[in-house]
C-alpha cells in the first residue's frame, strides 16, 4: 500500500513540475486584457538584436489568457507579440515559473515576475534612464565591468556596445567575462563579431565585394583604382548619413582629379527610396547596393552595425583610417593629397 502510494505522490510531483517551471523548463502564464481572442507568439532574436526574429513557439488566447511552456540552453531576450500587431513585450526568458500581464493598449506597461534576470535587466533599464543623456555611456561600461558575472551582461554588450567599440575595447570587455558563458549564444555572436573586426582593422587588406550600382552594372571594390579610396556605408533613411553629404561632395570635387575616389554602399531597405536620394543629393560617386539594409554582403564583410561608417583604403588594398568624417576627413585629405596635381 505504501508503494502505491509513493508511485501516485511521484506521478504528482512529477504533473506539478511540469506545469510550474523548473531547471527542466519554463513556463510562462499571461492574461492580456482589453483582448479575448487572436494569436500570442514566442520569438527570440535572429542574428541581429532588434532586426530580425526567430519563432519559437505560438498559442491561441482563450478569454484573454494563455500558457506557452519550453526550456532555453542559456537565458535569452525573449519577445511575446500578437500575431499581426506590432506591440512586443520583451521577456528575459530563464527556466521559471514566469507570470505576465498586460492591457493590449499598453504593452509597453507589462507587468513581468517570476525571472530573477528579468528584474535585474529591468533595474539596469530604470538606472539607465535616469542617467543624464551625456553619462549613459559610462553607466553601460561600469555596469558590465561590475557585473561581468551576470547572465545579462552578454546581452547587455551586444546590445549596447558591441557595434561602437574597436576591436581592442571589446576583445578588453568580453575576456572578463565569466568563463561559464562562453557556450551562450550571446557569447558566440560576440566572438564572431571579434573575428569579423580583426579581418578588417587597421592595418588588414580590405576585402572585396561585388553590387549592383543604379543602373544595375555590377561593381566590384577591386575595379576601382585610387590613391585613397573611401567607402561610405550610408542609406536614405539615416539623417547623420545624408547631413554628412554635402561634404563629401566638395571633398570628392576638390579631391577627385588628385587620387581620392568614392564608393557608397547604401544600406537600404528601399530601392527607389536610394535612388531618389542619390539625385536629391548630387552624389556623383559610384553607388551599389544590396537593398539589404545590415545583412548585404559588404555591411557583413566589414562588420557594420550602425551608422554613419566609413573606411579608407590606400592604393595598395590596405585599410588605413575609419570612421573619418567632417573635418577630420578633409584634414586628411589635404594632408596626403594636397601636394598632387
Given at each position: 500500500?505504501?508503494?502505491?502510494?509513493?508511485?501516485?505522490?511521484?506521478?504528482?510531483?512529477?504533473?506539478?513540475?511540469?506545469?510550474?517551471?523548473?531547471?527542466?523548463?519554463?513556463?510562462?502564464r499571461?492574461?492580456?486584457?482589453?483582448?479575448?481572442?487572436?494569436?500570442?507568439?514566442?520569438?527570440?532574436?535572429?542574428?541581429?538584436?532588434?532586426?530580425?526574429?526567430?519563432?519559437?513557439?505560438?498559442?491561441?488566447?482563450?478569454?484573454g489568457?494563455?500558457?506557452?511552456?519550453?526550456?532555453?540552453?542559456?537565458?535569452?531576450?525573449?519577445?511575446?507579440r500578437?500575431?499581426?500587431?506590432?506591440?512586443?513585450?520583451?521577456?528575459?526568458?530563464?527556466?521559471?515559473?514566469?507570470?505576465?500581464n498586460?492591457?493590449?493598449?499598453?504593452?509597453s506597461?507589462?507587468?513581468?515576475?517570476?525571472?530573477?534576470?528579468?528584474?535585474?535587466?529591468?533595474?539596469?533599464?530604470?538606472?539607465?534612464d535616469?542617467?543624464?543623456?551625456?553619462?549613459?555611456s559610462?553607466?553601460?561600461?561600469?555596469?558590465?565591468?561590475?557585473?561581468?558575472?551576470?547572465?545579462?551582461?552578454?546581452?547587455?554588450?551586444?546590445?549596447?556596445?558591441?557595434?561602437?567599440?574597436?576591436?581592442?575595447?571589446?576583445?578588453?570587455?568580453?575576456?572578463?567575462?565569466d568563463?561559464?558563458?562562453?557556450?551562450?549564444?550571446?557569447?558566440e555572436?560576440?566572438?564572431?563579431?571579434?573575428?569579423v573586426?580583426r579581418?578588417?582593422?587597421?592595418?588588414?587588406?580590405?576585402?572585396?565585394?561585388?553590387?549592383?550600382?543604379?543602373?544595375?552594372?555590377?561593381i566590384?571594390?577591386?575595379?576601382?583604382?585610387?590613391?585613397?579610396?573611401l567607402?561610405?556605408?550610408?542609406?536614405s533613411?539615416?539623417?547623420p548619413?545624408?547631413?554628412?553629404n554635402?561634404?563629401?561632395?566638395?571633398?570628392?570635387?576638390?579631391?577627385?582629379?588628385?587620387?581620392?575616389?568614392?564608393i557608397g554602399?547604401?544600406?537600404?531597405?528601399?530601392?527607389?527610396?536610394?535612388?531618389?536620394?542619390?539625385?536629391?543629393?548630387?552624389?556623383?560617386?559610384?553607388?551599389?547596393?544590396?537593398?539589404?539594409?545590415?545583412?548585404?554582403?559588404?555591411a557583413?564583410?566589414?562588420?557594420?552595425?550602425q551608422l554613419?561608417?566609413?573606411?579608407?583604403?590606400?592604393?595598395?588594398?590596405?585599410?588605413?583610417?575609419?570612421?573619418?568624417?567632417?573635418?577630420?576627413?578633409?584634414?586628411?585629405?589635404?594632408?596626403?593629397?594636397?601636394?598632387?596635381?
Amino acid at each position: 500500500m505504501k508503494s502505491k502510494f509513493l508511485i501516485w505522490a511521484l506521478v504528482l510531483f512529477s504533473s506539478s513540475c511540469a506545469t510550474n517551471g523548473s531547471d527542466d523548463g519554463y513556463v510562462i502564464r499571461g492574461t492580456i486584457q482589453g483582448l479575448s481572442d487572436g494569436t500570442i507568439l514566442l520569438q527570440k532574436a535572429g542574428a541581429f538584436l532588434g532586426y530580425t526574429y526567430i519563432q519559437i513557439d505560438s498559442m491561441d488566447l482563450k478569454d484573454g489568457s494563455f500558457m506557452l511552456t519550453g526550456k532555453v540552453d542559456y537565458p535569452e531576450m525573449y519577445y511575446l507579440r500578437i500575431a499581426d500587431r506590432n506591440e512586443v513585450i520583451n521577456v528575459f526568458l530563464e527556466n521559471s515559473n514566469i507570470t505576465i500581464n498586460t492591457h493590449i493598449d499598453n504593452f509597453s506597461n507589462s507587468s513581468v515576475s517570476g525571472s530573477t534576470l528579468h528584474k535585474e535587466l529591468e533595474s539596469f533599464t530604470k538606472q539607465l534612464d535616469q542617467s543624464p543623456e551625456r553619462e549613459q555611456s559610462a553607466f553601460i561600461e561600469s555596469y558590465i565591468q561590475e557585473n561581468n558575472s551576470s547572465e545579462i551582461t552578454p546581452y547587455l554588450i551586444l546590445k549596447y556596445l558591441a557595434n561602437s567599440l574597436e576591436l581592442e575595447e571589446l576583445e578588453t570587455l568580453v575576456s572578463k567575462l565569466d568563463k561559464s558563458f562562453r557556450e551562450m549564444r550571446y557569447f558566440e555572436q560576440l566572438m564572431d563579431r571579434i573575428e569579423v573586426l580583426r579581418d578588417v582593422a587597421i592595418g588588414q587588406p580590405a576585402p572585396d565585394f561585388t553590387l549592383l550600382d543604379t543602373s544595375g552594372t555590377p561593381i566590384s571594390l577591386s575595379s576601382l583604382n585610387a590613391k585613397y579610396l573611401l567607402i561610405d556605408f550610408w542609406a536614405s533613411w539615416c539623417g547623420p548619413c545624408r547631413a554628412e553629404n554635402p561634404n563629401l561632395v566638395s571633398l570628392y570635387s576638390s579631391f577627385k582629379n588628385k587620387g581620392f575616389e568614392i564608393i557608397g554602399v547604401g544600406l537600404e531597405f528601399s530601392r527607389d527610396n536610394w535612388l531618389k536620394a542619390i539625385r536629391k543629393d548630387n552624389l556623383p560617386w559610384p553607388n551599389v547596393s544590396a537593398v539589404n539594409a545590415f545583412s548585404g554582403p559588404a555591411a557583413s564583410l566589414y562588420a557594420v552595425r550602425q551608422l554613419p561608417h566609413n573606411i579608407i583604403i590606400n592604393s595598395e588594398g590596405e585599410i588605413i583610417e575609419k570612421n573619418l568624417h567632417g573635418d577630420m576627413l578633409r584634414a586628411f585629405l589635404e594632408k596626403n593629397l594636397a601636394h598632387f596635381n
